[in-house]
Nanobody, 125 residues
Framework: QVQLVESGGGLVQAGGSLRLSCAASGRTFSSYAMGWFRQAPGKEREFVATISYSGRTTYYADSVKGRFTISRDNAKNTVYLQMNSLKPEDTAVYSC??????WGSGSPTRKYDYWGQGTQVTVSS
C-alpha cells in the first residue's frame, strides 16, 4: 500500500511560480516511477510530467515543456513539480501518482496505480 500526499497548490497570478510536493509512504519509493497529472473542470485528466525511479529520465507534456520541472528526492520519499511562467490554462487539480512496478522507466503510458488526493492550482489572468 502506498499513500501519496500532495501540497503546495494555491492561487497565483499569470507568470508566477509554484512548487508542488508529493510525499510518499513506504520503504520502496526509490524503486517507483512517479508522475504528475492534472484535471481541469469539465476536462479529462491529462499527463503533465513523469520521472523514472532513478530520476535520470523525465517526460513532459508539450504544453508544459520548458516551464515545468519534475524532480525527486529518494532520501525524502518526495517528488516535486516546479512550475514557472504559469498560465491561466494551467489551472487544474494536480495529482501525483506512483507506478509501483519496480524500476519503472517513468513513461507516461505505463499504468500508475496509486494516486494522491490532489491539490488545486489556480492561475489568475
Amino acid at each position: 500500500q502506498v499513500q501519496l500526499v500532495e501540497s503546495g497548490g494555491g492561487l497565483v497570478q499569470a507568470g508566477g511560480s509554484l512548487r508542488l510536493s508529493c510525499a510518499a509512504s513506504g520503504r520502496t519509493f526509490s524503486s517507483y516511477a512517479m508522475g504528475w497529472f492534472r484535471q481541469a473542470p469539465g476536462k479529462e485528466r491529462e499527463f503533465v510530467a513523469t520521472i523514472s525511479y532513478s530520476g535520470r529520465t523525465t517526460y513532459y507534456a508539450d504544453s508544459v515543456k520548458g516551464r515545468f520541472t519534475i524532480s525527486r528526492d529518494n532520501a525524502k520519499n518526495t517528488v516535486y513539480l516546479q512550475m514557472n511562467s504559469l498560465k491561466p490554462e494551467d489551472t487544474a487539480v494536480y495529482s501525483c501518482a506512483a507506478d509501483t512496478s519496480p524500476w519503472g522507466s517513468g513513461s507516461p503510458t505505463r499504468k500508475y496505480d496509486y494516486w494522491g488526493q490532489g491539490t488545486q492550482v489556480t492561475v489568475s489572468s
